[in-house]
């Protein structure tokens, strides 16, 4: 494990920490809803998120900010606009490029039972991805499952067990191993932790910010919970309406917020760090 672990650390610091990572340049997403018409989703959004930090977009339901965390992943296709990972364009590639760099981008969503197949054990799901990308074979898999679940803070033995065992703070666990697994340098955590109550929602969210530390992870971190979305990231774009109205440090959100959408929802949080 101690190897693997420097592994991931010498991996997510490569070259300029200051550089992009990623980047949104004008981006928009248009649906059909027919006769012609289109509603926009999204409306010419532009952010970037610099390697190692943590960059969270918060707003109401339907807002737009789950369509561009499923464009980021190109589960959803980009009507207009460029996003671009590491300087290079990565929206509007075919399925076999598609593949080769979304190896480099994992998501965690707001279900993690949505995430697993109920017939398969929680080892075979960790097994996954670092055998299907060749990070090491089936056999060394198995062993490094058990240290993915240490990892998070589960008890090993786990590894038999099958998804509807687990509570869903262990399964998110369990999630969020699978995902930091194959070192990956984008994570985008979808809601991760909106369907947790609030004491498991805390445990979560310090889990986080331990293994973004521990091995110096990128984030792009979704949610409608400001008190939530600030705890873990160290700027927020607040989303309205396809679009985002304001760009906030973290830190110094209540005392820099000018939006009224962002003071309203300022008006509606509370902490989760005490």
Known sequence: MKDRRLSIRTHGRTGNMEEKLLELTHVSKRFPVGKGKSIDAVKDVSFAVKSGESLGIVGESGCG????????????????????????????????????????????FQDPYSAISPRMSIGTFLEEGLVHFGIMDRKKAGKEAENLLKLVDLDPALAERLPHQLSGGQLQRVVIARAISIHPKLVILDEATSALDVSVQKQILELLVRLQKEFSLTYLFIGHDLAVVRSITKQICVMQEGRIVETLNSEFLTRDAAHPYTKQLLASVFSVRE
């Open 65 to 108: 900010k789950s369509t561009i965390a499923r464009m980021i992943t190109g589960l959803t296709e980009v009507s207009s606009g460029v996003i671009s990972l590491e300087g290079k364009v990565i929206s509007g590639l075919d399925r076999r490029r598609q593949r080769e760099v979304y190896r480099h981008i994992q998501m965690v």
